[in-house]
């Protein structure tokens, strides 16, 4: 019999059971579903965090000196004890970082996490919940805003305190609508500050605006919060390429300014951008490492389900088996087509989760703020998995019809 025949038979013998064959197969197409989509998700939010939120908290020519690493989870008791004695990022400190980078674009200083929310109030009108920052001027630069209305926060303004804010898009659109907001005075935390400007629109990360803030002078912003032990100095440069030397140079320079001897370590962290993205993917990491683990209990549930359905195929065609030796068949010819079919089976349910993953992969895209993207490997991965799963699990019924006596096979009712 040629392959191509045997693939005719295998499928011939799927259409002719078509419910029995999906019930075989429900188990496969339901990991193989879960594996592409979760896949899915994941590769999409790697590269979302990588070209966006990364970008949008610290910019890839750009770099901070804080008091704390970025770490989203947990510190270890040791390491936050450590963290605790380390000192204050301060105006002095922002002071030695310009001295040793004159030729950066901008050093500013800005209020850290966490960072406080305020209603803002003009007129009666209220927006709850707007996020409080502390800047100096060069902050601005740093975050490439754009003003569209008045004029941005000015070093004046810091060395002054005055009671001065700058509005994100979103807010200022809420606050005022169709009023032009310069000059206008708006009530938040109880004091009067003046709008000075309005930034022009940064957008969305995963469905949260960037334009619902509230920028004022960092000087004013201690008097209301006090100094923050998370205060944080950004350095802007002009290309990426500079970032690692530069970091060098600062690093250096914070050293002998704190008079840290050769073998104590930094009491301050530099970070950029790939803290970000690497602790995004420290965190994808795990993933990977569980989604197989619960995939494979999925699979191999499948597979016994197509083994016990192979059986039970061999066990209602004995007296075709039979017919077939004595025509001639060879036992490896047996054993080759109910190979075929478990193969044929596990792969067109491989093939089957693979559209229905994509499917949900696709609805979660277009539903939410979550991205989503099917790659090549990934969907390689299911169906070897399904062709995988139909070799393993085909052998043994394979074989058991293959090894069948042909009088006695022909004798069977």
């Given at each position: 019999?040629?392959?191509?025949?045997?693939?005719?038979?295998?499928?011939?013998?799927?259409?002719?059971?078509?419910?029995?064959?999906?019930?075989?197969?429900?188990?496969?197409?339901?990991?193989?579903?879960?594996?592409?989509?979760?896949?899915?998700?994941?590769?999409?939010?790697?590269?979302?965090?990588?070209?966006?939120?990364?970008?949008?908290?610290?910019?890839?020519?750009?770099?901070?000196?804080?008091?704390?690493?970025i770490n989203i989870?947990?510190?270890?008791?040791?390491?936050?004890?450590?963290?605790?004695?380390?000192?204050?990022?301060?105006?002095?400190?922002?002071?030695?970082?310009?001295?040793?980078?004159?030729?950066?674009?901008?050093?500013?200083?800005?209020?850290?996490?966490?960072?406080?929310?305020?209603?803002?109030?003009?007129?009666?009108?209220?927006?709850?919940?707007?996020?409080?920052?502390?800047?100096?001027?060069?902050?601005?630069?740093?975050?490439?805003?754009?003003?569209?209305?008045?004029?941005?926060?000015?070093?004046?303004?810091?060395?002054?305190?005055?009671?001065?804010?700058?509005?994100?898009?979103?807010?200022?659109?809420?606050?005022?609508?169709?009023?032009?907001?310069i000059g206008k005075?708006?009530?938040?935390?109880?004091?009067?500050?003046?709008?000075?400007?309005?930034?022009?629109?940064?957008?969305?990360?995963?469905?949260?605006?960037?334009?619902?803030?509230?920028?004022?002078?960092?000087?004013?912003?201690?008097?209301?919060?006090?100094?923050?032990?998370?205060?944080?100095?950004?350095?802007?440069?002009?290309?990426?390429?500079?970032?690692?030397?530069?970091?060098?140079?600062?690093?250096?320079?914070?050293?002998?300014?704190?008079?840290?001897?050769?073998?104590?370590?930094?009491?301050?962290?530099?970070?950029?951008?790939?803290?970000?993205?690497?602790?995004?993917?420290?965190?994808?990491?795990?993933?990977?490492?569980?989604v197989p683990a619960?995939?494979?209990?999925?699979?191999?549930?499948?597979?016994?389900?197509?083994?016990?359905?192979?059986?039970?195929?061999?066990?209602?065609?004995?007296?075709?088996?039979?017919?077939?030796?004595?025509?001639?068949?060879?036992?490896?010819?047996?054993?080759?087509?109910?190979?075929?079919?478990?193969?044929?089976?596990?792969?067109?349910?491989?093939?089957?989760?693979?559209?229905?993953?994509?499917?949900?992969?696709?609805?979660?895209?277009?539903?939410?703020?979550?991205?989503?993207?099917?790659?090549?490997?990934?969907?390689?991965?299911?169906?070897?998995?399904?062709?995988?799963?139909?070799?393993?699990?085909?052998?043994?019924?394979?074989?058991?019809?293959?090894?069948?006596?042909?009088?006695?096979?022909?004798?069977?009712?």
């Amino acid at each position: 019999m040629q392959n191509r025949d045997v693939v005719a038979t295998a499928l011939g013998q799927i259409a002719a059971n078509k419910l029995r064959s999906f019930f075989t197969l429900l188990g496969i197409i339901v990991s193989v579903t879960f594996l592409i989509a979760v896949l899915a998700i994941i590769q999409g939010m790697n590269v979302y965090v990588q070209d966006n939120v990364a970008s949008a908290m610290i910019g890839t020519n750009t770099f901070q000196v804080r008091r704390s690493p970025i770490n989203i989870t947990r510190f270890a008791d040791e390491d936050l004890d450590r963290i605790a004695r380390r000192p204050i990022i301060s105006k002095d400190d922002a002071a030695v970082v310009r001295d040793a980078m004159p030729n950066a674009d901008a050093v500013s200083m800005q209020s850290g996490w966490p960072t406080p929310l305020a209603d803002v109030t003009w007129r009666g009108r209220t927006v709850g919940d707007a996020l409080v920052l502390g800047v100096t001027a060069p902050y601005q630069v740093v975050q490439d805003y754009r003003i569209t209305q008045g004029r941005p926060l000015t070093e004046v303004d810091v060395e002054e305190r005055r009671p001065v804010v700058v509005l994100g898009a979103d807010l200022a659109e809420k606050l005022f609508e169709e009023v032009d907001p310069i000059g206008k005075d708006v009530r938040l935390l109880g004091e009067w500050f003046s709008v000075i400007g309005v930034n022009g629109r940064k957008g969305q990360v995963l469905g949260q605006s960037f334009d619902g803030f509230v920028l004022m002078p960092l000087t004013r912003f201690e008097m209301i919060f006090g100094r923050r032990n998370t205060t944080t100095v950004s350095v802007k440069l002009a290309t990426a390429d500079e970032v690692a030397p530069a970091m060098a140079q600062v690093e250096e320079a914070l050293r002998v300014s704190r008079h840290l001897r050769p073998t104590q370590e930094s009491n301050f962290t530099l970070e950029t951008s790939d803290a970000l993205v690497d602790f995004w993917r420290t965190l994808t990491r795990v993933l990977f490492a569980i989604v197989p683990a619960i995939v494979s209990i999925g699979i191999v549930v499948g597979g016994i389900v197509i083994m016990n359905i192979m059986l039970m195929s061999v066990t209602e065609r004995t007296h075709e088996i039979g017919i077939r030796k004595a025509m001639g068949a060879r036992a490896r010819d047996i054993e080759r087509q109910f190979l075929v079919e478990a193969i044929v089976l596990a792969t067109l349910g491989g093939l089957l989760g693979v559209f229905v993953g994509w499917s949900m992969a696709s609805l979660v895209a277009a539903a939410s703020p979550l991205p989503a993207r099917v790659t090549t490997w990934s969907v390689a991965l299911a169906l070897a998995l399904g062709a995988g799963v139909g070799v393993i699990f085909g052998v043994y019924p394979a074989r058991r019809a293959a090894r069948l006596d042909p009088i006695s096979a022909m004798r069977a009712e």
